[in-house]
């Protein structure tokens, strides 16, 4: 079950990743606490320039999705970090579940998921994990997908 909790922060990394580089197929080596960073790469490449407009794009993609979050608790400049913490503490799930049976049904539950990191998660990190919880649930709500997708 400790996986679940770090699979939650994952997929809100990757879900906020994904909204910012919709055309981007692999993220390896991106997270949320780099954004800004390979912003500036992707314009900087000699292969393969961005424009000053699909800079300001990506940028301004950012800057809503983090206003979007901010309501629910979000701090960009603590829970990217934090994300990541959760992650390397707890892992992610070792197998993709069958989204299509009872084990999707439960992925899908923000109040199972809830409850897992009731249980699982010490005090002093309970808040943010359950912030982390909350704006997956946001940005699935948003977007119309399942809480985890793969």
């Not at 970090?81 to 299509?100: C, K, Q, S």
């Not at 010490?122 to 977007?143: G, I």
Request: with cysteine.
């Amino acid at each position: 079950m400790e996986r679940i909790v770090g699979e939650i922060a994952f997929q809100l990394d990757r879900r906020i990743l994904s909204s910012i580089f919709p055309d981007r197929v692999r993220l390896y080596g991106f997270t949320v606490s780099s954004i800004p960073e390979k912003i500036q790469q992707a314009a900087n490449d000699s292969l393969s320039p961005m424009s000053a407009d699909e800079r300001q794009s990506l940028g301004e993609r950012y800057d809503t999705i983090m206003n979007m979050l901010k309501p629910k608790g979000y701090d960009p400049n603590f829970h990217s970090r934090f994300t990541e913490h959760i992650v390397n503490t707890y892992g992610i799930l070792r197998e993709r579940p069958d989204m299509a049976g009872p084990e999707g049904d439960v992925y899908n539950n923000p109040s199972y998921l809830r409850q897992v990191i009731e249980q699982i998660v010490p005090p002093e990190k309970m808040t943010d994990c359950l912030t982390l919880l909350d704006c997956l649930s946001f940005m699935a709500s948003t977007d119309g997908k399942p809480l985890f997708i793969w």
